[in-house]
């Protein structure tokens, strides 16, 4: 079967014949952490060049078949999204903006060379496979199913250039609350020596290589006991990028909120979306342009800014404590009690779990099955 571009498709359904037992998955979900434990099913769909998208199944969850000349493993031709299903208090289980997602993985794909997943198939999947795992949601405040879209060249072949056979998967992880006791605030490590992305680079797409070279600034961070790195703009080393997978914003006594304008080195996370218009909807001022960390450094001296916060799905928003390198270490007082930051994840958490009605249509339906 071909698909073309907004067609509708019939997903073939194999349901697993080892699924997890209740009592087992109650384990599980009583303490579920972040990206350890995986549901029962997953999605996948092909695409090669001659037949473009075809065969969108639900399959057991399970180990994928990848020749070692796949070229995903040498080229890192690959690229995700992360998204979470919430289960409200009827029992209805609800996606926060997929579009959004549907539309950066667009994006995302556009830059890697691969092709275009039709938004329809994307929202589709993920419909799919929450329905069919649904028992993997619960109304624990603040857990939910996180999603993983995922996009990879499984042709092989060693010669470099786009693949001409392709695969998407959709799997989902039970995620517990990112605070077991609250939200705190966070030590963040800026990177002296490394940068994220460039101009003219992939740093706008999620893809897998972004995050490759993420990993030692962020083993480093971790030495100097802090949890993430903010990365800083790679042609001057002076302004203010982002962590390695989430935005950031600095908020000011006047209760304005200032972020990193977009570029192409820079992630447009859905989060970051969503504070801008939350903060603008309660009547704040907010700014997206270039921030100096000389301007972060003066305004945490003089009083002018109050918080820095960092936001993406996973986590959804903390507080940042401290700002440190090497060179510098810039507190941020009483960082703690983060009021502006932590009113503005508070709103954005009541919209995802259904708890503030006047949603817009921020919230999509993925099914009303109780369980
Ligand atoms: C995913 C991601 C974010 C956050 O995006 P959300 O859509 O809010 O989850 C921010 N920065 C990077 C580099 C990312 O990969």
Not at 51 to 56: D, E, I, Q, R, V
Not at 114 to 131: A, H, M, R, T, Y
Not at 239 to 247: I, Q, T
């Amino acid at each position: 079967m071909t698909l073309t571009h907004g067609s509708s498709s019939e997903f073939s359904i194999e349901t697993s014949t080892r699924p997890t037992s209740d009592v087992e998955r109650q384990k599980i979900l009583a303490k579920p952490g972040f990206g350890k434990h995986f549901t029962d099913h997953m999605v996948a769909i092909d695409w090669t060049l001659a037949n473009g998208w075809h065969a969108p199944r639900i399959i057991p969850y399970g180990p994928l078949m990848l020749d070692p000349a796949s070229l995903v493993l040498h080229y890192a031709q690959a690229i995700f999204e992360g998204l979470k299903a919430y289960q409200h208090a009827d029992g209805s289980i609800w996606a926060f903006r997929p579009e959004l997602n549907a539309a950066r993985f667009a994006k995302s794909a556009e830059r890697l060379g691969l092709p275009e997943l039709p938004k329809e198939l994307f929202l589709q999947s993920i419909q799919q496979l929450v329905g069919i795992d649904a028992k993997w949601l619960s109304q624990t405040p603040e857990t939910s199913l996180y999603l993983r879209p995922f996009m990879i060249a499984d042709e092989s072949f060693l010669g470099v250039r786009g693949a001409e056979k392709v695969a998407f998967y959709v799997i989902a992880s039970p995620a517990g609350p990112y605070f077991e006791n609250g939200v705190s605030s966070i030590p963040i490590w800026v990177s002296a020596h490394h940068s994220r992305a460039s101009k003219g680079g992939t740093g706008y797409a999620k893809c897998a290589g972004n995050y490759a070279g993420s990993l030692a600034p962020l083993q480093e961070a971790r030495k100097n006991g802090c949890a993430q790195v903010l990365f800083l703009d790679a042609q001057h080393g002076q302004f203010l990028e982002e962590l390695g997978g989430m935005n950031v914003f600095v908020v000011y006594k006047d209760g304005s909120l200032a972020t990193p304008a977009l570029s192409d080195s820079i992630l447009a996370g859905v989060t970051r979306q969503s504070i801008i218009e939350i903060a603008k909807a309660d009547g704040r001022r907010v700014d997206e342009r270039q921030i100096g960390l000389e301007e972060v450094r003066t305004g945490l001296a003089n009083g002018d800014i109050t918080e820095l916060f960092a936001c993406g799905t996973a986590a959804v928003l903390f507080p940042i404590s401290v700002l440190k390198s090497h060179s510098f270490s810039y507190s941020i007082p009483n960082a703690e009690a983060a009021k502006v930051s932590l009113s503005l994840r508070q709103k954005l958490t009541d919209i995802q779990y259904g708890r503030e009605k006047n949603s817009g249509n921020w919230m999509r339906k993925l099914t009303s099955v109780h369980n």
